[in-house]
């Protein structure tokens, strides 16, 4: 069976909505499904009790894990075995985008795997899917990532980025008040080193006349007595 186009799943309603909605959710070949979330019947979705799971389960699919389907499962509908396969792989996916080092006993919990080598398994397949590079590490137990797909961004995620772009924006605006606080401070602390050098050196020379002239005036009273001494 071929999975509804985009563009047919958009005019669906009822059980065959649900349909292309199971058969979109394993495609092999798809991995982002935030668009679906876009189309006017989806959306309707989420405003019927009965029909709400199905919303909420494209959401799953679109940010979520492995973990948030099993969280809410009794109220989402039934998962086949691959559509757990697909969702292990985002899941994969999200915990690549937040760290570069991803633990086996930690993939194993929370993809639900039963040995290092299903874990191996899952990670070799989203490779060969280009969704993801990095290294097996056997020996540390881990594995290395080195790129990995984006998720869709959910509006969660865009309220977060934009708390932490405020939070950035006003750190670096305290950032530079201080620099240009520490800027000032340094154009001053130069200002008063020229000044005290340029004192200094106006300093040194009137003593250096000081004693030029008086070592002159010493020598005139030396040469005037020695005149009288010798009568000259």
Request: aromatic share 6%; glycine share 6%; hydrophobic share 35%.
């Amino acid at each position: 069976r071929i999975p509804p186009s985009p563009l047919r799943m958009d005019k669906l309603s009822g059980e065959p909505l649900e349909g292309a909605i199971k058969d979109a959710l394993k495609d092999p070949d798809r991995f982002n499904y935030g668009d679906l979330l876009t189309y006017e019947n989806i959306i309707q979705l989420s405003k019927d009790p009965g029909t709400v799971g199905w919303f909420n389960l494209v959401k799953i699919f679109a940010h979520g894990t492995l973990g948030d389907y099993r969280a809410k499962e009794s109220e989402l509908p039934e998962l086949s075995e691959s559509h757990v396969s697909k969702l292990k792989y985002l899941t994969i996916l999200s915990l690549a985008s937040q760290s570069k080092t991803l633990l086996y006993n930690q993939l194993k919990e929370q993809l639900e795997a039963k040995t290092v080598e299903e874990v191996e398994d899952l990670l070799t397949y989203c490779i060969r899917k280009n969704l993801l590079k990095g290294k097996h590490n056997p020996k540390a137990n881990e594995f290395m990532v080195e790129f990995s797909e984006g998720r869709d961004i959910s509006k969660e995620d865009l309220d977060d980025m934009a708390a932490q772009l405020t939070a950035w924006l006003r750190v670096s605006k305290e950032a530079l008040v201080m620099l240009e606080k520490k800027i000032k401070e340094t154009k001053q602390y130069h200002q008063l080193q020229t000044k005290r050098s340029n004192d200094l050196a106006q300093t040194r020379e009137k003593v250096k006349k000081m004693l030029e002239a008086k070592q002159g005036n010493q020598q005139g009273r030396l040469r005037k007595k020695l005149d009288n001494n010798y009568g000259v």
